[in-house]
């Protein structure tokens, strides 16, 4: 990942984000929190590997942030659009959306745009799953157990 708060890619046909992170992991279990850390990486689009020849780099302008709790990304289960938001940050965007359920999985999708005003695709499905954050609420004492006897 890079450390720089500050998107950077060569020019291209256009940008695209790839390696999403959510605090850090890819695909995390148990986020316990419920303000995940979001970050990408930027590419140029249709390049494979890490470098590529540039004599001028082009900065990340703006991006998109899309959460669902479904693998739709146009579904009706939006949690979380962020619309356009203005900047080159790609590392540790913040979530804020709708509360996430406890014990949930969480899909999230990333477009960017660069200096150029073109907006990327959307970058492939990442997700994380939530964590229990207080005691567990069992309903049915069967499926519980005291903590202490």
């Given at each position: ?76 289960h939006g949690l979380w659009d962020s619309g356009r938001v203005e900047g080159s940050q790609n590392l540790d965007v913040g979530y804020r ?53």
């Amino acid at each position: 990942m890079p450390q720089s708060r500050e998107a950077v890619c060569s020019p291209s046909a256009g940008l695209r984000a790839v390696d999403l992170r959510c605090n850090g992991q890819v695909a995390p279990l148990a986020v316990g929190h419920h303000a995940p850390r979001l970050s990408w990486v930027l590419r140029p689009a249709g390049a494979r590997g890490h470098k590529e020849a540039s004599p001028a780099p082009q900065v990340q302008a703006a991006y998109q942030v899309r959460v669902t709790d479904g693998p739709d990304r146009d579904a009706a289960h939006g949690l979380w659009d962020s619309g356009r938001v203005e900047g080159s940050q790609n590392l540790d965007v913040g979530y804020r959306g709708l509360p996430l359920r406890e014990g949930s999985r969480f899909w999230w999708w990333v477009r960017v745009w660069g200096a150029d005003g073109a907006a990327s695709p959307w970058s492939e499905a990442a997700a994380f799953e939530s964590g229990l954050v207080g005691p567990p609420s069992c309903t049915q004492e069967q499926y519980c157990m005291p903590l202490s006897e």
